[in-house]
């Protein structure tokens, strides 16, 4: 039972800000959001699309450019350890999605991570020519897809999430999912999926984007081949922070990615002619590493040193439950569904509410201070990084969101014209 449960459960009065006070009292990760840097006067329900600033991060970049640039030069790639950065990064990140720091690195974006493992999955199990895929999947997904299999002459088969254990057949040679979906907040059970499309003898890729720092994940314990994610939302590396790429131990040594650089090779600085890839998981980088973004994400990510992902997990489902509650507590006068699942288990870390006229009243939101956003074509996305919001937060900001409703103040011409960039 969680927080939010615990709390209201023996009671069938209405939720107070007062109840949400009380719950900040027993937060125990509460002190962790003076690790970040937000406005005052935001309520911040967009870490899923970019994350908040970690205080630890401003003055990590100024030693990294006013002293390790600046002064250091090229020696820096040894003397101050930018070399193995891509290494020491996947490695803390490992801990954070249940893999060995040895079978996760940083590089490049998530496409292009998402292009390198498709190509190397479908090379693993030559014979079969299916990439299996869900509609509904962040469009970069799809597209990599679609262009790997027609790069490669495979067919890329998308279904509808409900179907995807049913489409596991033998031709498949790869699943694509992305475990919590962008637009839904819907996970998939990814010890089940997995296991599933092993016994088919699929291998499987999950999208972590809206997992990793949003809720535990135990690839290990999945048995998963291989992952992906984004640096830049909940693990809080700031804009066009690297992606990492996960690839299970056991598959490190037949794993051949198509973008041979030369940072994947066995010996880098011998500058051979011949492409020999490197043992291990450093097999899959390209090119040098984009060290500021490598720097901004490492200082951003001991936010979560010593947080107990579980304890994460039980706040992160308090909050989503009590914004849900709230929804339905405050608005049901105002024409709102729910996209997300009631069921704490089959939920990531984000509440998607639809509306007709989501767009404007997302733009008035924004205006008043509370940053979720919209997505095509009706939804309201609001995401809960449970590091840095509170429960009075979501109280607050659905005060503010009833305030848009009852004031009508949305239908004005400002917040209907105004064009979405997010
Ligand atoms: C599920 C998912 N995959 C991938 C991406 C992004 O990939 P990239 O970092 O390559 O832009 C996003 C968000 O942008 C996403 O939500
Ligand atoms: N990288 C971005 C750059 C600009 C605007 C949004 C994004 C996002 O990440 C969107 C996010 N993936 C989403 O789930 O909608």
Not at 63 to 90: C, F, H, K, M, T
Not at 368 to 390: K, M, Q
Request: hydrophobic content about 45%; glycine content about 8%; some cysteine.
């Amino acid at each position: 039972m969680n927080i939010v449960s615990q709390s209201l459960s023996s009671s069938a009065a209405p939720i107070s800000r007062a109840h949400c006070l009380a719950m900040d009292a027993a937060d125990t990760l509460a002190s962790r959001r003076d690790l970040f840097a937000l406005p005052q006067d935001v309520i911040y329900l967009d870490g899923n699309s970019l994350g908040a600033m970690p205080k630890a991060v401003p003055s990590r970049m100024t030693q990294a450019i006013e002293q390790e640039w600046a002064v250091g030069l090229i020696r820096s790639w040894n003397d101050a350890d930018w070399y193995p950065a891509p290494q020491r990064v996947g490695g803390r990140i490992a801990s954070l999605i249940g893999a060995k720091p040895n079978e996760v690195i940083v590089a490049d974006s998530t496409s292009v991570n998402l292009f390198k493992l498709l190509v190397s999955a479908l090379r693993m199990r030559a014979g079969r020519n299916v990439i299996l895929g869900e509609n509904g999947n962040f469009p970069t997904d799809a597209y990599v897809a679609s262009g790997v299999a027609e790069l490669t002459g495979a067919q890329h088969r998308a279904v509808a999430p409900a179907d995807v254990m049913a489409a596991l057949t033998e031709d498949v040679a790869v699943l694509t999912l992305t475990h919590v979906n962008y637009k839904s907040g819907q996970a998939y059970d990814m010890a089940a999926v997995t296991r599933r499309a092993h016994e088919v003898g699929a291998l499987v890729i999950w999208d972590l984007a809206h997992t990793a720092g949003a809720m535990p994940c135990d690839l290990n314990g999945c048995e998963a081949d291989f992952a992906v994610g984004c640096g830049y939302k909940y693990l809080n590396g700031g804009p066009g922070a690297p992606s990492f790429v996960f690839v299970a131990e056991r598959h490190h040594e037949s794993v051949r990615q198509p973008i041979t650089g030369w940072h994947g090779h066995a010996k880098p600085f011998e500058f051979t002619q011949t492409y020999v890839p490197a043992p291990g998981i450093d097999r899959m980088l390209v090119g040098t590493a984009p060290q500021m973004g490598l720097f901004a994400l490492e200082a951003a990510l001991t936010a979560f040193d010593g947080v107990d992902m579980q304890a994460l997990r039980a706040k992160s489902l308090a909050l989503t439950e009590l914004f849900i509650r709230l929804v339905d507590q405050e608005l049901s006068e105002h024409g709102f569904g729910l996209a997300t699942p009631r069921e704490a288990g089959l939920r990531g870390s984000q509440v998607s509410l639809t509306h007709a006229e989501g767009y404007a009243i997302v733009q008035a939101l924004i205006a008043r201070g509370v940053i979720g956003d919209f997505r095509a074509p009706d939804i309201l996305r609001f995401g809960f990084a449970a590091l840095y919001l509170s429960h009075a937060d979501v109280w607050d900001a659905i005060a503010t969101l009833k305030d848009v409703m009852v004031s009508g103040i949305w239908r004005s011409a400002e917040f209907m014209a105004r064009k979405a960039v997010t």
